[in-house]
């Protein structure tokens, strides 16, 4: 798939997971065709791949040409006068539309420069009168005077022009909730508009052109929907990856960011991070200078500067959290408070248990507003009813705002936190122990990448040697400089659950490229799924297209003798060899 909308990930290849939720929008977004898909909320905190999910469900979207026009539009964290964000907002979408109608994506770029004027001129010149009119109209109600009438306009335009082309359009607003606090009415920004996510009300109901909108302040934006927009929006919280894609994370950036890990290692830090892709990150990029994912040591270090330093980026991002709470709630009870539900975040508390355990002083009306802005600051969890409240389920935010703010509340000791990492991590070590099937996916997995490294670094230079070690090879085969080297699970976007292990696409079309089946257990590879993988390979190389290519097996524990027999026959080439997944004396991927 053409990447046509630059993504802030930056690598393509760092897109790691996500699988349910882009099968989930996907089908939304094929609902959209038939106007029956109701317009939607993603609320998540910072850091945690909203804006990954909704730039790749453009690109997927784009790609497909399908008859729904993705539009995206991200509401910038400044101050700005309404008259430049409806220019902005506009001129975004009559450049999306038109990249998508022409296929030129050159458009989206264009989006960010030039004038109301200029995107008349584009729109005449690729034959979008329609769209043309629209920008000659918001030419004419430019100015501070009309601003509230050009705003009208420019928001329904997606849905007016979808009916006019006879389209649908997927509207795309990245961080929704900042509408109302960075929008002002007057040039100067001094009458800010405290209502403007309101306007959408009657707009969101539309099904030709619904809206998927965004918040990393989940307080914030659930709160502006539910009191604005009642109904309007059904809300999807993003969760932490699952254990296989926090895996397949952990391993593919250890790649890319060249960065060891060890195979012990893999599924502690899986643990530790909780699937939340944030902290993964967090960990591969840490300032912390001896940062080493091959020892216990060097994991734990590296996580404890991310909690406690005042340079690491995890502790950065909750502190700006905390610190809007701090602030608004203006107190040492907020302090308490937050403490309080830290320590007890496995069970909900009443107010009642806040206001007897920790001596506020305040009655229950003062202390639900308290309560009230902290949870919009995402820093404690609304429990069943405006009653209970919860802290944050999370191993490691309450460490984050103990290592911050509990001195003064109480005393706080670092080797605390210290201590219980050390435990959480021989917590999971026992756990990895004793499910040793979930332990054998990760080794699974872990033997995956060790023949990506060396088919990404490795084979092509000695060819002579990878040759030797891999059976009933074609007698022109030789290793390629490969294009992309990755595990392969087919996009949501094809409708197919394949996953292939290994996928190598030559950069050459001339040479080979590789199909592969690794497995890493005590049993032998068998026929029948040597059948199971001709079929998955077949389907693969439909679904993308691949030309010149061998199909390959990898058993540490060797195959079957009909096995080898079905293999030979039908041109599949094998290897037990255990060279594939020898490592360095600083075990690496």
């Not at 030979?568 to 360095?584: F, N, T």
Request: charged letters at 30%; a neutral charge.
């Amino acid at each position: 798939m053409r990447i046509s909308l630059e993504e802030r990930i930056g690598n393509p290849e760092l897109f790691t997971g996500r699988k349910r939720e882009l099968t989930y929008f996907l089908n939304w977004i094929d609902r959209i065709r038939r106007r029956i898909s109701m317009s939607t909320a993603i609320l998540s905190r910072r850091k945690t791949g909203k804006t990954a999910i909704l730039q790749r469900l453009y690109n997927i979207t784009f790609h497909k040409d399908a008859g729904v026009v993705p539009f995206y539009f991200e509401v910038r964290e400044t101050d700005q006068w309404l008259g430049d964000f409806c220019e902005e907002f506009l001129l975004t979408f009559v450049y999306h539309f038109i990249a998508f109608g022409t296929r030129k994506t050159e458009y989206l770029e264009s989006a960010q420069f030039g004038t109301f004027q200029d995107a008349a001129d584009v729109a005449r010149k690729e034959g979008f009168g329609y769209l043309e009119m629209l920008a000659e109209r918001a030419i004419s109600l430019s100015g501070e005077g009309k601003t509230d009438r050009l705003w009208n306009m420019v928001r329904e335009t997606p849905r007016a022009v979808a009916r006019h082309y006879d389209l649908r359009v997927l509207q795309i607003i990245d961080e929704f909730q900042f509408l109302n606090r960075y929008i002002y009415r007057d040039e100067a920004c001094k009458n800010r508009i405290g209502n403007l996510a309101g306007s959408h009300l009657h707009t969101a109901e539309y099904k030709n052109a619904p809206l998927l909108v965004s918040g990393s302040w989940v307080g914030w934006l659930a709160d502006d929907l539910r009191r604005m927009l009642p109904g309007r929006f059904q809300f999807h919280y993003l969760e932490g990856l699952p254990a296989d894609e926090t895996v397949e994370m952990i391993l593919r950036y250890s790649h890319l960011e060249g960065i060891p890990v060890a195979e012990e290692i893999v599924p502690l830090m899986a643990g530790l991070t909780e699937g939340n892709p944030f902290y993964i990150t967090s960990l591969f990029r840490s300032k912390y200078p001896e940062k080493d994912f091959t020892s216990e040591k060097g994991l734990l270090g590296t996580l404890e500067f991310e909690t406690l330093h005042s340079e690491g980026t995890i502790r950065g991002i909750w502190m700006e959290y905390a610190g809007y709470a701090m602030d608004k709630a203006n107190s040492r009870n907020a302090k308490s408070i937050v403490l309080h539900l830290c320590k007890h975040r496995k069970r909900e508390v009443s107010r009642e248990e806040l206001e007897k355990k920790l001596n506020l002083g305040m009655g229950d009306s003062e202390l639900e507003e308290k309560l009230k802005i902290i949870v919009k600051a995402d820093i404690i969890e609304q429990g069943r009813s405006n009653f209970y409240y919860r802290g944050v389920r999370d191993n490691i935010f309450d460490k984050v705002f103990r290592g911050v703010y509990a001195d003064e509340i109480e005393g706080f000791d670092p080797k605390d936190v210290t201590d219980e990492y050390k435990a959480l991590y021989d917590q999971l070590e026992k756990e990895n122990r004793r499910l040793m099937g979930e332990y054998s996916h990760y080794r699974g997995k872990f033997a995956e990448y060790l023949i990506i490294d060396k088919l990404r670094k490795h084979a092509y230079e000695k060819n002579r040697v990878f040759l030797g070690m891999i059976e009933n090879l074609p007698d022109d085969f030789r290793f390629a400089e490969y294009e992309t080297v990755w595990s392969y699970s087919a996009s949501p976007f094809h409708k197919r659950d394949i996953q292939i292990d290994i996928l190598a696409v030559a950069a050459d079309k001339n040479d080979y490229s590789l199909i592969g089946e690794v497995k890493n257990r005590k049993s032998k590879f068998s026929v029948r799924e040597a059948r199971e993988f001709v079929k998955k390979a077949e389907e693969l190389k439909k679904l993308e297209n691949i030309g010149r290519s061998v199909r390959f097996v990898f058993s540490v524990n060797g195959l079957y003798k009909n096995t080898l027999e079905y293999l030979e026959k039908h041109g599949i080439a094998w290897s037990s060899d255990q060279r594939w997944l020898k490592a360095p004396k600083r075990i690496r991927i």
